[in-house]
């Protein structure tokens, strides 16, 4: 879910984001439909000198009784402290990467996801493998592969991408951007990714995580089901 401030937006390419509802409301709804994890990021915030909205993490934690991984406007260790006290499962780091070491020994690697976005800009597909394990060794639990040029497209993941990443650490990735389908998710996974994120999908479509994760069941691919 990408949000400015309280109000779900959604975009291409990290750009032109638009409304498509409130926040919370959709939260409730995704809940509902069997997501395994919120991946809530205020894509706003950094950019308008604003902190993590506190009383929106309290909210949604009590509401949704699943997991909670919270970014956007994240700059200290104050903050991430402060989002796991109000309820986020683990924090979303996205510029501030060079918090990632002191965060890391002070939370835990398991509570710091780190947004590896990546624009290729002709650079080998071996600069993003270089950045990944960069991200691993400095403390990273869990790395967040985005693809600039995918998102929002439904255009399918860049499962090159994904698999260079993938083999590049020993930690989890989740693959982002793009996914068009339930089709998509699986061929991810089998490229090495250790789960997908969807939004678009979701939003417009009557695709659900709960259908997402009968079809990856059914094509051998260990998936929660309600």
């Known amino acids: 879910m990408l949000v400015r401030g309280r109000t779900l937006v959604k975009g291409r390419q990290f750009a032109g984001d638009r409304s498509i509802g409130h926040a919370q409301q959709a939260a409730r709804v995704h809940a509902m439909r069997g997501v395994d994890e919120l991946l809530i990021l205020d894509i706003g915030a ?27 406007g994240v700059k200290s260790l104050a903050d991430i402290d402060a989002l796991l006290r109000a ?6 780091i996205g510029t ?9 020994a002070r939370f835990g690697s398991q509570a710091i996801v780190v947004s590896f976005d990546w624009r290729g800009n ?19 639990g869990e790395i967040i592969v985005q693809s600039v040029k995918r998102d929002g497209t439904m255009q399918g993941y860049d499962l090159d991408l994904i698999e260079v990443v993938s083999n590049a650490v020993d930690i989890p990735v989740i693959a982002s951007g793009g996914c068009s389908g339930y089709a998509d998710m699986h061929e991810a996974i089998k490229r090495g990714a250790s789960g997908v994120a969807a939004g678009a999908l979701f939003a417009f479509t009557d695709a659900t995580p709960r259908g997402a994760a009968q079809y990856l069941h059914e094509h051998g691919i260990p998936a929660r089901l309600q």
């Open 96 to 104: 501030r990467k060079d918090l990632i070491p002191e965060a890391a």
């Open 122 to 140: 002709g650079f080998p597909l071996e600069h993003a493998a270089v950045n990944a394990k960069f991200l691993a060794q400095g403390g990273a």
């Open 87 to 92: 309820g986020s499962d683990k924090v979303c």
């Open 46 to 72: 950094t950019a308008e000198g604003r902190g993590p909205d506190l009383d929106m993490v309290r909210a949604l934690s009590e509401a949704c009784f699943i997991p909670i991984t919270v970014g956007g």
